[in-house]
């Protein structure tokens, strides 16, 4: 086995029959192993038991409105960019209990927190896309002095293993957000995948504990090059850009551009973008009482701002439109993001463009917004 | 874990008072062991009222801060929730979480002139404030109070304006856009009212909840008036989910209502208040 010092760099070389010793590794830690997985024709984080459960031979072609897996003869198993969600619905669920009230045959009410599941998940293979967007989230539901506890339990067990991107979608543009392709210390394990297996680089303490336990070879001065050839083209594969730097003024100086209009003509108000995108936060609770009424739970559910509700107060509907949603959505993400986080809420993931159903590429509508606003 | 900001304490209704066939008013005592002791708030903040098996809703605290064995809520019924609300009685219970927000400056408004502007039926945030200056009148300079509705009836407390009218060093103005018999204030809008309260301004802080429309027009005659930009609060309303900024709801472009508002300081927010879509 490789040793090395603190800091970052190759620890050692993981041959691909190897893999499970590292889902071995995790489970003996007390971790339950989540990782990419083909189904209903996408790569979903589901639970993993052996490297065979992953999409070995899968690539994906991506583009805007679509997404399609493809099987090619390649052994590698993470050669695709993104599937519709990665880190997002393990940590901040689709729906959360957060409390539940008993009331007794006096209608006195008794209130508990529900206590979220208990086991730590380990998440193998998501993106440097994915872990930018963790840190966004992080900010948000961990805000000093008033850390969301339902959100907190999860994050505290978390372990991350972090694959680097070779196979960029048609539709990543993390490059010029700042965020990928390569992952950086957010992590606790990163590996980069090459035919035979992978390199592997421990970025934290707790990633360091689980190296210790692979049976790791040395990793070769051309499996070194391979490595960095592949970084490489995985940079320059990009063919989408977002426009760098603080795009706040801009876009809010365009708030009566005729783009609005015209990008409303083609969205659905579906929220399909809001429910991919691994940085939107909003959600609606809902209180659901048991049948013989002694009992209501109190769920929290994934919301969007292009839904009628998010904007209603008793009578009104403040954005009544698709053309004031989409300029919600817009203005909030790439603006007013940057007031409230210190940066974009975009990280070049690309989901939302792949997963419009009428494939709206927010790069393009961004472009046209700041073009003709004078940029 | 940690949940107590996000899950209500139990609360009783300990008073109930009807005030116009749709406003009525609950006073509550938190009934929870984890609920704090005395239960502070500022007025202008807000607690998250759960009503059993429906939800929860933002209401404005009405009561005085220095009075904790009653909290008070005046709602109207308008919806799901604030319906089902409108049906407790004293003995029934609910939850309640808060305060929230950020309330008025009232530490900025001592020794200063007071205008307090409401219109349409949102006057719960500022009758805590007239309520908080009359309960401490050497506090502050003089005291304008304005409030302008659509119909005559809309008017709330039509007798405790009349009674805070003979105060000293207290001008209370009063407009209906529509009225009938029995009105003996104008008819017109909130913003004819500034010239007719017989106090100078331009000294005065202000502080305004109502809708919009009505807030935006009257700051718009304040300034003209003299009132300087930096002196005038208000009180906004977006949907809320959750009061702790989390739930995304309340965006007011930059700001989150529940966490930097729901009361503002009117420069602030200029560049954002009455353009559609925030
Ligand atoms: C900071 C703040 C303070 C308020 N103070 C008072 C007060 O003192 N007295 C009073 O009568 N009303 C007050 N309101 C308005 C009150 O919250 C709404 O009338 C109430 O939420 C309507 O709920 P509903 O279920 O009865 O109505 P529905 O029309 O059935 O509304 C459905 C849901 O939409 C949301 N919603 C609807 N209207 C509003 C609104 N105006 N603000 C926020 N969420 C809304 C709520 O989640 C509500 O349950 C305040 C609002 C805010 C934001
Ligand atoms: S806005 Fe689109 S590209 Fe940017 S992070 Fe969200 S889903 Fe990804
Ligand atoms: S307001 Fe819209 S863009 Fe912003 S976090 Fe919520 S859903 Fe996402
Ligand atoms: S009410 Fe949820 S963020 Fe303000």
């Known amino acids: 086995m490789a040793t090395g010092g603190a800091s970052p760099g190759w620890r050692g070389f993981l041959p691909r029959e190897a893999f499970d010793t590292l889902l071995r590794a995790l489970e003996a830690a007390g971790y339950e192993c989540i990782g990419p997985r083909v189904e209903d024709g996408a790569i979903l984080y589901r639970g993993l038991s052996a490297g065979s459960d992953l999409p070995q031979g899968v690539e994906e072609a991506q583009a805007p409105g679509h997404y399609r897996l493809q099987h090619t003869d390649t052994p590698r198993c993470f050669a695709w960019a993104v599937g519709p969600q990665a880190i997002k619905p393990h940590l901040f669920t689709p729906r959360e209990a957060l409390w539940e009230t008993e009331r007794d045959a006096d209608g006195r009410l008794t209130f508990r927190p529900v206590e979220p599941g208990p086991r730590p998940l380990a998440i193998i293979g998501v993106r440097a896309c994915d872990l930018a967007a963790l840190a966004l989230q992080d900010q948000h539901f961990l805000r000093a002095g008033n850390a969301d506890p339902y959100y907190a339990h999860r994050r505290e067990g978390l372990f991350l293993v972090a694959v680097n991107c070779t196979h960029p979608a048609a539709t990543c543009f993390c490059v010029s957000t700042g965020d990928g392709p390569q992952a950086g210390d957010d992590c606790d394990l990163a590996l980069d995948e090459l035919d035979e297996g992978y390199a592997v680089r421990a970025a934290s303490s707790k990633g360091e504990t689980i190296v210790q336990q692979l049976p790791l070879q040395a990793l070769t001065e051309a499996q070194q090059a391979q490595i960095g050839r592949e970084r490489e083209a995985a940079r320059s594969a990009q063919q989408r850009t977002m426009p760098a730097g603080n795009l706040r003024d801009h876009l809010f100086n365009a708030w009566e551009h005729p783009r609005w209009a015209q990008v409303a003509e083609r969205c659905l108000s579906c929220g399909n973008c809001t429910s991919v995108c691994p940085t939107c936060f909003c959600h609606q609770q809902v209180d659901v009482p048991t049948l013989d009424g002694g009992n209501a739970t109190h769920y929290r559910e994934w919301d969007s701002c292009f839904t009628q509700n998010h904007s209603y107060i008793h009578g009104i509907t403040l954005r009544p439109d698709t053309r004031s949603r989409y300029r919600q959505w817009l203005t909030h993400k790439l603006g007013s993001w940057h007031d409230q986080y210190g940066r974009s809420g975009c990280v070049g993931c690309g989901r939302c463009i792949t997963w419009c159903p009428v494939g709206i590429d927010i790069t393009e509508e961004v472009s046209a917004l700041l073009a003709e606003a004078g940029k | 874990m940690n949940a107590s900001i996000q899950v209500p304490w139990q609360a009783e209704v300990v008073s109930r008072v009807q005030e116009t066939p749709s406003v009525f008013t609950l006073g509550l005592r938190l009934d929870d062991p984890a609920a704090p002791a005395p ?31 009653e909290i008070q809520h005046t709602v109207r019924a308008v919806g799901r929730v604030t319906h089902g609300l409108a049906a407790l009685h004293p003995g029934d219970q609910l939850g309640l979480r808060g305060p929230f927000g950020r309330g008025w400056p009232l530490e900025a408004a001592v020794g200063r002139d007071l205008l307090l502007v409401t219109g349409g039926l949102g006057c719960a945030p500022v009758v805590s404030v007239i309520n908080y200056a009359m309960q401490r009148r050497e506090r502050f300079g003089r005291l304008g109070i304005v409030q302008g509705v659509k119909h005559m009836d809309d008017l709330i407390w039509r007798e405790r304006y009349e009674a805070w009218a003979g105060q000293p060093d207290t001008q209370v103005q009063l407009a209906a856009d529509v009225a009938g018999s029995g009105w003996n204030w104008h008819v017109g809008l909130v913003t004819d009212l500034f010239d007719r309260l017989g106090m100078p301004l331009d000294q005065a802080l202000v502080m305004l909840c109502g809708p919009e429309p009505m807030m935006i027009a009257a700051i718009r005659r304040l300034l003209e008036l003299g009132v300087e930009a930096e002196s005038v609060w208000l009180s906004m309303e977006r949907n809320m989910q959750c009061a702790v900024g989390l739930c995304g709801h309340c965006q007011y ?16 927010i200029r560049d954002r208040l009455g353009v559609k879509g925030f």
């Open chain 2, 39 to 69: 239960y502070r708030f500022a007025p202008g903040q807000f607690n998250m009222l759960y009503l059993y098996g429906v939800g929860e809703v933002p209401i404005s605290v009405v009561s005085d801060p220095e009075h904790d064995d």
């Open chain 2, 253 to 268: 472009g930059k700001d989150f209502l529940c966490r930097q508002g729901p009361v503002f300081n009117y420069p602030d």
